[in-house]
């Protein structure tokens, strides 16, 4: 269990995910009914389960809940990255549990951004290369369109004057500030971004955070962001909770203030 | 943007010491086997020159060229057997000379022009026609000089050129079976015959075939393809075998270095690997980077040792006539890369092996 992990205590109980789920019907992301079992020998973790929310496009939701709860599992079946054991996971129409292992790989190139919760960059390439590879990996954006797009990004990421360093010459917030701008390069239906500021102080933290619900909406783009820290809710739209592998409640934001 | 190349120009140090040791190995092999080549040549050139395709020495001579002892009568009798269209004497023997370049051991062949058992790999000039003339491969000569026999006590005069037609790595002339019958009578006056040592015989069959028939029909011979001939020269087997041998470990050695350094590399960059694989990059795209990467090793790597191979053959004038073969470097330089690529199917296995969901945990 991690420390600094404050329960939600808000004033009013939130929703339930599976109950709210069906007022978003036209929703972008849909997650219905998903569990994930892993097993290793003859043990196995529930990681999740029955997990049903609903995304609309454009909306920036948290995913709040304590290490272990089963965060990183439940959006990496989103993204793509894992099968889920039961249940159905849409993304714009796409039915992603369906997809092959190559139209998966395609999928997250093309329509997932993600900033993982570790390694994010290739060490060996300059942050402006970091986001120009990626868009080698998809055919939409053009070769010429692609590093106009890349220069803007470190532009509004505030990365201009360190396109050219390589990871080790950035400092922990402009590692993150790359992999926002990376998870963003392709134009991606959906941003997935696990614990941006696990490895930020608070102050830092905010700024990331700040910059990355400024980027999504402004660009019209749906994110859900993973976090165990209560104050990084406050720029989301709507929080989601998970304990134990299971979705518990939906709150506001507002809420959820300390 | 390529990963592959990028990588390669952020690491210089790394994937250069390694062109740098792979190109020592390429180094190797192409010396060896010139070296080779150039040892074997210069002992066999004047055999395998010869223009037939199939040989016939006495039979007690061992397969040795020079301890077999025919009369020339024989020629005559091996004209006959089936399948043989022509055919030819070979005489050789060693003698002194004052060679321009110094030296004093001078290797004879005698031919009958027209016939076969003449030399081929004239380089320039012509073959001799009469008792005056000589044809030499080695010694320093030019078309118009004069040859000096100190034993026979001769003065011939250079009418051609040869290359790679030396015999024993000593330098060879070429006279007619009339000049090398004087010769022979100028050393031994009282000699009854001079003996040849080999009937050259040109055939419109299989030269497999010619030999049977000739062994079943002339008593006291022994008749081999040319080839066979070429192979069974003393030495030939055991230099062709040692260098074969040191040729093939120094190729193991490279490719082995080669192979495990990509594992290494791979293994050492399996985070960014995985991180890849998460962001959509396809095991097939990752494996072309380890495949384009070795490729450019091994063609950097091969550049440097053509250049080192180059100046070392230059450098070391060793008498015998060495030279680069491109077909040796090219036939090198492929099979280093396909090796090398099969190799990296270490790296490229490691690399299919990558469940990109791993990128996610937190380490
Ligand atoms: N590959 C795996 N095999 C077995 N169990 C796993 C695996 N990955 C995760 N788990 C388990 O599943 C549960 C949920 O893990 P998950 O990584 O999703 O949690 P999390 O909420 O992201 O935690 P954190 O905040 O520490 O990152 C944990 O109990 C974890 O030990
Ligand atoms: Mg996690």
């Known amino acids: 269990m991690n420390d600094d992990f404050v329960p939600a205590h808000p004033q009013e109980p939130g929703l339930d995910p599976a109950q709210e789920a069906k007022a978003h019907a036209d929703a972008i992301l849909k997650v219905e009914d998903v569990s994930k079992i892993y097993r290793s020998g003859d043990t196995e973790v529930h990681a999740v389960s029955s997990a049903t929310m609903a995304v609309d496009q454009g909306e920036f939701v948290a995913l709040l809940g304590p290490s272990g709860s089963g965060k990183t599992t439940l959006i990496s079946m989103i993204g793509g990255l894992l099968s889920p054991t039961t249940g159905s996971i849409t993304l714009a129409g796409t039915d992603v549990a369906s997809l092959s292992k190559r139209e998966l790989t395609a999928f997250r190139a093309e329509r997932v951004g993600f900033v993982f919760q570790a390694a994010n960059l290739v060490p060996f390439l300059t942050a402006r290369e970091n986001l120009l590879y990626v868009s080698t990996l998809q055919k939409r954006i053009s070769r010429k369109d692609a590093h106009a797009r890349a220069d803007q990004l470190l532009e509004e990421l505030g990365l201009a004057a360190r396109a050219k360093n390589v990871p080790e010459q950035l400092s922990g917030g402009e590692r993150q500030r790359v992999a926002i701008g990376r998870a963003l390069m392709n134009d991606p239906d959906l941003i997935l971004v696990d614990e941006p500021t696990a490895a930020l102080d608070t102050k830092l933290g905010r700024q990331v955070v700040e910059l990355l619900a400024r980027e999504i909406k402004q660009r019209g783009k749906t994110g859900i962001m993973v976090t165990h820290d209560l104050r990084m809710v406050e720029y989301t739209d709507r929080v989601f909770e998970i304990l134990d592998g299971h979705l518990t409640h939906v709150e506001q934001p507002s809420a959820l203030a300390h | ?363």
């Open chain 2, 1 to 363: 943007m390529n990963l592959a190349l990028t990588e390669m120009r952020r690491s210089k140090l790394r994937f250069g010491l390694l062109a740098g040791a792979v190109s020592l190995l390429v180094f190797l092999v192409l010396l060896l086997t010139t070296l080779s080549t150039a040892l074997v040549n210069s002992i066999t050139g004047a055999l395998k020159g010869v223009d037939a395709t199939v040989l016939v020495y006495s039979a007690q001579a061992r397969d040795n060229l020079q301890a077999s002892r025919l009369d020339p009568a024989v020629v005559e009798s091996v004209a006959q057997v089936e399948g043989v269209t022509a055919a030819g004497p070979i005489s050789t023997l060693t003698t002194s000379a004052a060679l321009k370049d110094g030296t004093e051991d001078l290797q004879v062949f005698g031919f009958q022009p027209g016939q076969p058992g003449a030399p081929t790999g004239l380089s320039e000039g012509r073959l001799p026609e009469n008792a005056g003339e000589v044809a030499m491969d080695g010694g320093g000569y030019s078309i118009g000089d004069t040859l000096e026999l100190t034993a026979a006590d001769k003065q011939l005069e250079v009418v051609g050129l040869l290359r790679g037609a030396q015999f024993s790595a000593t330098p060879t002339a070429y006279v007619t079976e009339d000049l090398y019958g004087q010769i022979v009578r100028a050393t031994n006056p009282n000699v009854p015959f001079v003996p040849i040592n080999a009937v050259a015989v040109a055939t419109d069959q299989d030269p497999a075939t010619t030999v049977t028939a000739i062994n079943e029909s002339v008593e006291g011979t022994k008749a081999y393809t040319k080839d066979d001939a070429v192979s069974l020269i003393p030495g030939v087997a055991s230099i062709s075998q040692t260098f074969g041998i040191l040729v093939g470990l120094t190729f193991i050695i490279g490719i082995v270095v080669i192979g495990f350094f990509f594992l290494i590399l791979t293994v050492q960059k399996m985070k960014t690997f995985t991180l890849l694989r998460a962001v959509g990059a396809g095991t097939g795209r990752l494996a072309r980077v380890v495949a384009l990467q070795i490729a450019a090793v091994v063609l950097l790597a091969s550049a440097i040792a053509v250049v080192l191979t180059l100046l070392a053959v230059r450098g070391l004038n060793s008498g015998i006539p060495v030279s680069l073969s491109p077909a040796l470097v090219g036939g090198t330089v492929a099979a280093v890369l396909v090796f090398s690529l099969l190799a990296g199917l270490l790296s490229i296995r490691r690399i299919s092996t990558i469940d990109p969901f791993t990128a996610a945990g937190a380490r």
